[in-house]
């Protein structure tokens, strides 16, 4: 079986990145608790260029949040390939990737160490990889801090900034890794509207300063349009690719984007789709309870 | 758009940083500040008013049937404070604070006995399957012995009447820090290794850095229990065995009939055993400075 939705040839969004490009080539993940067979993924093949924001969204449960741990290296997959810049990932012969600060994720419910203070969280990658002196990582970990508006906080542990800030120390804490792909999985599900308007704009702003392949999987397509290069819509389970819709409002984008035409005709088109899909999965949870 | 970055910016305010440190000290007065403020305090003085009043009044004014041979209220505080003590033991003998001596240093080796090698056994079976399905099996089958019944074998074991208090001391202990810790590793949250893995953590970094400070707080829960539970065990084996110590008190006044001297015993064990206990728990507070700040953030 093949992909339904046809591929469009990858290309560098930007000319300047040329690390971090993936390639999910018929990737199949079956799930079996007790032999009860659950196909998570079916037959995925996406492709992403270097430096593209490529947004994943789809129905609760479909499987999204299985593809990017299988990109990360979490578990294995039952079959297809993973690609990232041409070297192989996962696929025959290693059907499990390794986890590297090439690829980091930042989580859906967060994974800042509470039990270190932001400093220290942020310092962290560089500290087990050891190659830097330990004054050389903090001076990198106080200048990214300042740079992303965490002044301050430094001495401060997880628990006692707020979750908006809390997710601004995971990106920075990834960031000084040099990574060449985020992997965010619904980073900002739990925040309220407002605080998620200017974490968007903050991601972009970082985004901008670095460059990186960004695969973000969200529910909100407000969130995926304002954000991303391209909108993969996942059916419901198993999760493949049944509409990619492409955001050709250029970047850098603001807050202005949202009440654009383009956008609300771009919102439209998404819509019908993922409603679709939920729909479809709402109906197989019926079934299956 | 001026309205909506005006949003924007009212927002970013509203997360802004809580740069402002708490130290331990301020925090320490902060605490007990709020608690002289609430009612608590208060509640404390009255329920220690209420059970002290029953039973001078039960024994010395009532003299209700079943307390005529208790000793009462003010026989066991002017025995207790006494500079010459009837029955020998008081506040200004040295042998009360040898007994206690005694008591703390064997609770002592075996809390620290059982911590060191509980804790790493717990780490272990939380952190290993294959260890786990080596040792737990057998870990759950000595766990519920009660301290009592290794009495017997204790004393054939070991030699003297210092170590069978000891290690029956020891025993309780040990499986309460081990289970706990245990649990502790099993209660991180998988995203925490996942992290520290994709941020190029090896296997034995992220015991480091994440199974040990993840499992501090179950850790910590399971050493009030250890504590507690040792001077339990402590008490039980000092009645039997060894010489010496609080719990030898109460069962020799007992036998000798100097019953003043078990309330003395029972009393001077309350506070030595909440003593530890508190230090156990201060100890905590000190390694776990994210935790109690957060508690204290959230309390407010
Ligand atoms: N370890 C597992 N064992 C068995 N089934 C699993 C496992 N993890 C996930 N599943 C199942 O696979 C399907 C896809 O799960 P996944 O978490 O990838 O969905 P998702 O798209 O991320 O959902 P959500 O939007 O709710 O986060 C679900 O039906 C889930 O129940
Ligand atoms: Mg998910």
Redesign the pocket.
């Known amino acids: 079986m093949t992909a339904v939705v046809e591929q469009r040839m990858a290309e560098p969004v930007n000319e300047s990145v040329t690390k971090g490009s993936l390639r999910i080539d018929d990737v199949v993940k079956i799930?079996?608790?007790d032999g009860a067979a659950?196909m998570?993924?079916d037959h995925c093949s996406i492709d992403i260029p270097a430096g593209e924001i490529c947004m994943i969204v789809?129905?609760?449960?479909?499987?999204?949040?299985?593809?990017?741990?299988a990109i990360a290296g979490f578990?294995d997959i039952t079959s297809g390939s993973i690609h990232m810049d041409g070297e192989l990932l996962c696929g025959p012969g290693q059907m499990q990737a390794e986890p590297g600060s090439d690829r980091i994720v930042v989580f859906?419910n967060g994974a800042l160490f509470p039990w270190k203070t932001n400093l220290d969280n942020i310092a962290f990658g560089p500290m087990m990889a050891g190659k830097l002196s330990k004054s050389e990582i903090y001076e990198k970990a106080r200048t990214m801090m300042a740079d992303a508006g965490l002044s301050g906080t430094e001495n401060n542990y997880p628990g006692e900034i707020s979750s908006g800030l809390r997710r601004r120390v995971e990106i920075v804490r990834a960031l000084m890794n040099d990574p060449k792909v985020l992997l965010f999985?619904?980073p900002y599900r739990a925040l309220d509207s407002l605080t998620k308007s200017v974490m968007h704009e903050a991601l972009l702003e970082i985004y901008y300063r670095n460059k990186v392949t960004i695969f973000f999987?969200t529910?909100d397509l407000e969130e995926a349009i304002f954000l991303g290069h391209r909108l993969i819509i996942?059916s419901s389970?198993p999760?493949k690719p049944k509409k990619i819709v492409e955001v050709d409002i250029p970047h850098p984008r603001d807050y202005s984007v949202l009440t654009s035409a383009r956008f609300r005709e771009i919102m439209s088109e998404a819509k019908g789709v993922v409603h679709e899909e939920a729909q479809k999965a709402f109906d197989a949870g019926e079934k299956e309870g | 758009m001026a309205n909506s970055s005006e949003v924007a910016d009212s927002a970013v305010s509203m997360a802004a940083p809580q740069s402002t440190e708490i130290s331990s000290m301020s925090l320490t007065m902060y605490r007990v500040s709020n608690w002289l403020k609430s009612p608590r305090p208060y509640l404390m003085v009255i329920g220690f008013a209420a059970v002290l009043s029953f039973w001078y009044f039960a024994v010395e004014v009532w003299k209700l049937p079943r307390f005529q041979d208790m000793p009462g209220l003010t026989e066991v505080f002017s025995e207790w404070f006494s500079k010459d003590p009837y029955y020998g033991l008081s506040v200004y003998t040295p042998e009360y604070y040898k007994h206690i001596g005694i008591s703390l240093r064997r609770i002592g080796f075996a809390f620290l006995l059982a911590t060191g090698l509980g804790v790493p056994l717990g780490l272990f079976l939380g952190w290993s399957k294959t260890f786990r399905e080596y040792v737990f099996p057998l870990f759950e089958l000595f766990r519920p012995i009660p301290v009592l019944a290794w009495v017997p074998l204790a004393i054939i074991m070991f030699v003297g009447s210092e170590t069978p208090v000891v290690f029956l001391t020891f025993l309780a202990s040990f499986f309460a820090t081990t289970l706990n810790t245990m649990l502790g590793v099993e209660s991180i949250d998988e995203s925490y290794s996942r992290a520290a893995r994709c941020l190029g953590a090896n296997r034995w970094q992220t015991f480091k850095h994440v199974v040990v400070p993840g499992a501090m707080p179950y850790i910590f829960t399971g050493l009030q229990i250890s504590i507690g539970v040792a001077w339990f065990s402590l008490v039980a084996g000092e009645m039997v065995s060894g010489q010496f110590g609080l719990g030898y008190v109460i069962n020799t006044s007992y036998m000798m009939i100097e019953y003043p001297k078990i309330i003395i015993g029972m009393i001077t064990l309350g506070i030595v055993g909440y003593s530890t206990s508190a230090m156990v728990r201060l100890l905590g507070d000190y390694l776990m400075q994210w935790r109690v700040r957060e508690l204290a953030l959230g309390d407010s």
Request: aromatic share 4%; proline share 7%; hydrophobic share 25%.
């Open positions: 799930y079996d608790p659950v998570a993924v789809g129905p609760s449960g479909c499987g999204k949040t299985t593809l990017l741990n578990h859906q999985d619904e999987i529910h996942m389970r999760c």
